[in-house]
């Protein structure tokens, strides 16, 4: 008889405010529509943030105290005290704390990387300051097998598994200002060199084996290019590299250019992505499988186009005003959204079907995502981004509100990750939610008549949005002081919570 398979994990649901945070019973709730608490501690810190895998929890608690919580039982494993304390990370296992301490000489060594069983540090250096280029220090593959870091003019490379040997190997790459390694597997680190003198800046792609190391196996040159975003696929076989200017040279964006390269492993294709409308580009996103990605482009209304890893167009989703896009881990599902400086539209697709499920809005949201099992998707409106209309939605797969929950001041809301192959396919809920309208789905947690726009069905190709109007920055902030003067309602004033800076 054939071993059954094992039941899901639950999801799980951490929320963070000014008292302290808690630990939900992720959807679908059984406490009359309401979460259940499975953790709860009334103490103010100012991160909470699991490990990639979901084993485990960092808490950053007053007195520059750390705490680890084991993920399965959420008990403590081990507090760490570290004085000066700016800024810390766990690693994608959980094996290992990052901690970067203020420091005011190169003597002391500033940045420590902690065994979290063991309590005991495994290596540590001086690093003068922190930037979302350099930190964490120590870049780690999802399997903690590789490990490297970011140094002058170079790359070097760590025995995962002792870092007792300090640096076993170094890759020299003259003027390398940013770097990113591959997660699964660590097979490839990609490197960035901005212009210098007249050479144009460059992204370059390694082996990260020693023996592989004597020539890149990809480049791409890029001119105007101030800043890259690097975004690998699982597989480890594809590279696309968001090159951003700061100036634009037509002069018809505020905020510059930005072009879409895609660079292959094998050596197959080095050059720009296709994109079939002029403009910036907003948002893009591989599939959980690694062999499609999505991107938002183009000046308002946006264009979002699905391709395969040939760079080969497969999909349409029309127009709108979109500039983000969330991928359901289990690939069948797509949210388009506009936030930001946008007023929080909301389209779901089916890609295996290609067609639209539903519309609908998410306004002042400041973080999105999909649930581990890909059937739900949470937006929540948080501080200190925004101070009025915290709270957290969450959507049906097709757009249809499933749950509301307003606070006075909500810091965080996120899901606990786990890995999307633990959970079923959802082929069987989607029939089921074929005989349900969505008009009539009722949000659970909503005692009063919500004025959440309802989700509403769709044709496959719908018709283009009238782009909205242009507002310079200082009529946002126009609007911010009449709101302040005069009163009046979230609503009457939203497009000053919009400000394009805050959203990035």
């Known amino acids: 008889m054939a071993a059954s398979a094992p039941p899901p994990p639950p999801l799980d649901i951490l929320v963070r405010g000014p008292e302290g945070f808690s630990l939900w019973n992720g959807p679908p709730f059984s406490n009359n529509g309401q979460p259940g608490i499975k953790l709860e501690h009334k103490i103010a810190c100012s991160t909470t943030k699991f490990s990639d895998d979901g084993s485990r ?37 959980g094996t290992f704390l990052q901690t970067f301490q203020k420091s005011s000489t190169p003597q002391n060594k500033n940045v420590t990387l902690w065994n979290v069983d063991t309590g005991e540090p495994a290596y540590d250096q001086f690093q003068k300051s922190i930037t979302k280029t ?13 490990a490297c870091k970011l140094a002058t003019n170079e790359i070097q490379f760590f025995d995962a598994a002792d870092f007792s040997k300090g640096v076993t190997n170094r890759l020299r790459v003259p003027g390398v200002a940013a770097i990113e390694l591959s997660k699964a597997p660590g097979s490839h680190v990609a490197a960035f060199v901005p212009e210098s003198k007249g050479i144009p800046a460059s992204v370059q ?37 968001v090159a951003q200017s700061d ?27 296709p994109l079939r409308k002029e403009g910036p580009v907003h948002d893009v996103q591989w599939s959980y499988s690694g062999s499609e990605f999505a991107v938002v482009y183009g000046f308002m209304p946006s264009k979002t186009t699905v391709f395969d890893k040939k760079c080969n167009p497969l999909l349409e989703l029309g127009t709108g005003p979109y500039n983000t896009i969330r ?17 929080g539209d909301m389209a779901f697709w089916d890609y295996i079907e290609k ?75 989607v029939k089921s939610f074929e005989s349900i309208k969505v008009d009539d789905a009722k949000p659970q947690g909503e005692k009063s008549k919500s004025s959440q726009t309802s989700a509403k069905a769709s044709p496959n190709n719908p018709p283009a949005q009238k782009p909205a109007a242009y507002r310079p920055p200082h009529a946002k902030q126009a609007a911010v002081v009449q709101a302040e003067l005069f009163g009046g309602t979230t609503s009457e004033y939203v497009n000053a919570y919009f400000d394009y800076f805050f959203s990035t």
């Open 205 to 241: 792609i390694f082996a990260t084996r020693k023996d592989l190391q004597s020539q890149p196996v990809a480049r791409r040159s890029f001119f105007r290019c101030s800043s890259v975003q690097l975004n690998w696929n699982n597989g480890s076989t594809g590279l696309l590299v």
């Open 134 to 146: 350099n930190w964490p220090s120590v870049r780690f593959s999802s399997d903690e097998a590789v």
């Open 355 to 429: 067609k639209q499920l539903g519309t609908t809005k998410a306004e002042l949201s400041v973080t999105s995502e999909w649930s581990p099992d890909g059937r739900y998707f949470m937006t929540a409106t948080t501080a200190p981004r925004l101070q009025v209309d915290n709270g957290i939605k969450i959507f049906h797969h097709n757009g249809s509100l499933f749950f509301k929950k307003m606070f006075d001041k909500l810091f965080q809301a996120d899901w606990k990750p786990e890995s999307p192959d633990r959970f079923s396919d959802i082929s069987e809920l």
């Open 247 to 273: 100036v634009d040279k037509t002069n018809q964006s505020y905020y510059g250019e930005s072009k879409l390269n895609y660079l292959t492993t094998d050596g197959t294709h080095e050059g720009l992505v």
């Open 57 to 93: 929890l960092m808490v950053l608690k007053p007195d520059s105290v750390i705490t680890i919580y084991d993920c399965r039982s959420y008990t403590e494993i081990r507090s760490f005290q570290v004085p000066n304390l700016t800024a810390a990370a766990l690693s994608p296992r």
């Open 327 to 343: 991928w359901n881990p289990k690939g069948k599902f797509l949210c388009l959204a506009g936030f930001g400086n946008l007023p």
